[in-house]
């Protein structure tokens, strides 16, 4: 049989053969063999040192790299002669073929190991599913990382640490959400100022406003019956700290009635509060916020602003009507207990089969449901014991289960590597939600599941979830990896020696704690802009405005931006500023502690945004500082690194890191803005590896986002593809990031049809065995 299968197999081998000796060897010879062959091997690559040509051939990882630098251009470099398109094309097509086997109509989804709830997962899933809100930061071990995120679930694994965690933690969170002695309360009702608006606009949000100008806004508030109700809004007074003689007239009204004034003026309080009492209906009122200007400024102070911050409605207050807690109705779906054995058992059976197809993600099977009843009803009538006790005892062990805490999906061959199957459709929600919520399905994506309509719905289940609230979870999760924003807190820098004084109160008083903060919260606002709004892509590059407060605006040399909220600021007069590459999160977590980094920031660009990683550095590659100690006069960082490269070590990686990282040289170590460096004018023009020139940052960001926009839509999809499904990228999911690229420039190329499509590719609808 063994004679028979070579004999029928070998003029397929031979035929692959021959298409590489006479195609596609004599591609390689004319563009390659002179780095890479006839006994060169530069950076220790050969393409022709091998002893059998089949298993040449068939060595995936030689020919991916062969594949990933021809595909992004940086190979042949760009002073060698060039393939030309068609020869390109042969080249990648042939290896795509031959040596990756991939076949576009069936496009391999991949396998993703079984993972536990990483940190913020579990948060989150313990705050929707109870209301619940457990400090996972401080009680579980930090949680690894691979391919850059912590949803990976080869690395996500359990020890006995996290397993003991994990009881202690079920234990807490089920008596935290049915606490000893609850009892009912009169309620309280919260909405959010940011749904504050104006007479005839809907659109816009109406809390910031300025005391130069008379402004009326209003928002819809429930109450659950008729009666009295304290009425209370919660407001703050930003503005320029100099307005100290600017004042307004602050009213609320309710309903049409007046029930609180006061005159408002400079005051650096966080929250301040008025409110009155009201006669409310039941169901909709509407709470209005007038303001009137009362005294100007002083010459040269600036202006004030009122920014509404939420309302609060609590009653009715002769107690005619009151509530269980929020966590406690979640549970108790039907309040407390009937007295009744045979009521209260079904009454338990209700409780378990809510909570623990939420916790479970899908419906349960009968014999779980009677075991949690069987323990929660064991408890109850035990002497002392209540109804509560039992729901927390069973609820304790749903906690504890491995369905709660692993990210399981069925399938029917899971030991078969070739065995590719639809997910079903609980899983797929599962998937949906802790990529986008980062915690279990909420009621809707299971009912949808339950009538097997959830990919029949799937267009408008996307969209509510990223117009959700919760999809900031998302947002934040995502940029503070990808940009690593989750560091600039805490990244270690030394602002003394960066700004050049020995003064730690000045040091302190240009950088300091908030404006570390302040970076963070606008990187993730301007990414769930571009999210929510539909934006391009390409904006998270070449944008022209940004989420600025007055703190980080003046740290950034932008002036006309008032108060400590972030809003939207145009960027056309700054162009240095728009997009990533000018924000401070991304400035910091690419510098060292003293002084930039040219090679931290190319290497990022090249890693985040080109998807064209350079290899690991060398070992013993002497530090930069060396190359200024040999120098009697201050070197700027272009001239050191020159230096620096010269040394053949160095040379060839630095050629893809140093026009990159020199073309951000104009912002310092914490990102500030200059224009000089030891006295000389900072030159941050340069040449990329791929031959774009480009004379500052802002034509650099032209470069990448316009120029390069492919590599940068196929890395950012390759990121986000590989966040979305917990495993890292491999050389057969080339069909589907193409297929997203595609896609994008076919479309709009907005940052929301690629979140959509990739939710529609196959490796987040599929999966595999193996």
Not at 19 to 47: R, V
Not at 130 to 139: D, F, I, K, Q, S
Not at 269 to 290: C, F, P
Request: charged fraction near 30%.
């Amino acid at each position: 049989m063994r004679h028979f299968l070579f004999i029928l197999l070998a003029p397929i081998l031979a035929a692959g053969e021959v298409t590489f000796e006479k195609e596609i060897k004599p591609i390689l010879e004319d563009y390659c063999f002179d780095c890479h062959g006839d006994g060169a091997s530069k950076g220790d690559f050969s393409m022709d040192e091998y002893d059998d040509l089949s298993g040449h051939l068939d060595d995936v990882d030689h020919w991916l790299a062969v594949w990933r630098n021809v595909r992004s251009q940086i190979m042949p470099p760009p002073k060698k002669d060039q393939p030309d398109l068609a020869e390109k094309q042969q080249l990648m097509r042939w290896i795509e073929k031959r040596v990756f086997k991939l076949d576009p109509n069936h496009p391999d989804p991949g396998r993703v190991t079984i993972r536990r709830l990483n940190r913020v997962e579990y948060y989150y899933s313990i705050k929707d599913l109870l209301g619940v809100e457990y400090a996972t930061w401080e009680n579980f071990p930090a949680d690894d990382t691979g391919y850059g995120f912590d949803t990976i679930g080869d690395v996500l694994s359990i020890s006995p640490l996290h397993m003991e965690k994990y009881l202690e933690a079920a234990s807490t969170v089920a008596e935290k959400a049915l606490p000893k002695g609850t009892v009912m309360q009169t309620p309280v009702r919260f909405f959010e100022g940011s749904r504050f608006r104006e007479d005839g606009d809907d659109s816009h949000q109406a809390d910031w406003l300025e005391f130069k100008e008379e402004r009326k806004v209003f928002l819809k508030g429930d109450a659950p019956v008729k009666g009295v109700y304290q009425v209370t809004l919660d407001y703050a007074i930003r503005g320029s700290i100099a307005a100290t003689d600017q004042s307004a007239r602050l009213e609320l009204w309710m309903n049409g009635k007046k029930i609180a004034e006061r005159t408002v003026g400079w005051d650096q309080r966080d929250t301040i509060k008025i409110g009155g009492q009201a006669d409310l209906m039941k169901g909709s009122n509407t709470i209005e916020v007038r303001l009137r200007p009362k005294n100007p400024p002083g010459a040269g102070q600036g202006g004030q602003s009122a920014v509404l911050k939420q309302v609060s409605i609590r009653g009715p207050l002769n107690g005619s009507y009151k509530e269980y807690p929020k966590g406690y109705s979640m549970i108790m779906v039907d309040g407390p207990a009937p007295e009744e054995i045979r009521e209260r058992e079904l009454y338990a059976r209700k409780i378990m089969r809510s909570f623990v197809s939420r916790a479970f993600r899908r419906p349960l099977d009968r014999g779980t449901v009677a075991r949690l009843v069987k323990m929660a009803m064991d408890v109850d009538q035990s002497p002392g014991r209540s109804f509560e006790d039992g729901i927390k005892h069973a609820m304790t062990a749903v906690l504890a289960s491995p369905r709660f805490l692993f990210r399981a999906e069925i399938q029917p061959e899971p030991n078969n590597s070739g065995k590719t199957v639809m997910l079903d459709e609980y899983a797929l929600a599962a998937r949906l939600s802790f990529f986008l919520w980062s915690s279990v399905p909420d009621d809707e994506l299971l009912s949808l599941a339950f009538k097997n309509q959830l990919r029949k719905n799937l267009g408008a289940q996307i969209d509510r979830m990223i117009a959700s609230s919760k999809s900031r979870r998302f947002v934040n999760n995502f940029v503070g990896q990808w940009l690593q924003a989750r560091d600039v807190e805490n990244i270690a820098i030394d602002a003394n020696r960066v700004i050049g004084t020995k003064d730690q109160r000045e040091a302190d008083r240009i950088f300091n704690g908030r404006l570390r903060s302040d970076m963070k919260e606008e990187s993730e606002l301007f990414f769930e802009f571009i999210l929510k709004k539909n934006r391009p892509l390409k904006e998270l590059i070449s944008a022209r405005y940004s989420f600025l407060n007055e703190r980080l605006a003046g740290f950034y040399g932008i002036p006309g931006v008032l108060g400590s909220e972030h809003r939207l600021v145009d960027l056309h007069e700054h162009p240095q500023r728009g997009g990533i590459l000018g924000q401070g999160t991304f400035l910091l977590v690419t510098s060292n502690p003293t002084r930039t980094s040219p090679v931290k920031r190319g290497l990022f660009v090249l890693d985040n945004l080109l998807g064209t990683p350079a290899p690991p550095a060398p070992p013993d590659v002497p530090e930069l500082e060396e190359v200024s100690e040999h120098n009697n006069k201050p070197l700027t960082m272009r001239q050191m690194m020159e230096v620096h490269r010269k040394k053949p070590l160095c040379a060839s990686c630095h050629k893809r890191m140093d026009p990159i990282g020199l073309g951000l040289e104009n912002f310092n170590a914490i990102g500030q803005f200059r224009s000089q460096e030891s006295g000389q004018p900072i030159d941050s023009s340069g040449v990329l590896i791929t031959g774009e020139k480009f004379s500052d940052i802002a034509a650099l960001k032209s470069v990448l986002a316009d120029e390069r926009r492919d590599d940068f839509y196929r890395c950012l999809s390759e990121k986000i593809l590989t966040y979305a499904i917990g495993r890292g990228p491999k050389y057969f999911d080339a069909v589907t990031i193409d297929a997203l690229v595609r896609q994008l420039n076919e479309g709009d190329g907005t940052l929301k049809d690629l979140v959509i499509t990739i939710i529609e590719s196959v490796p987040f609808q599929k999966r595999r065995g193996g």
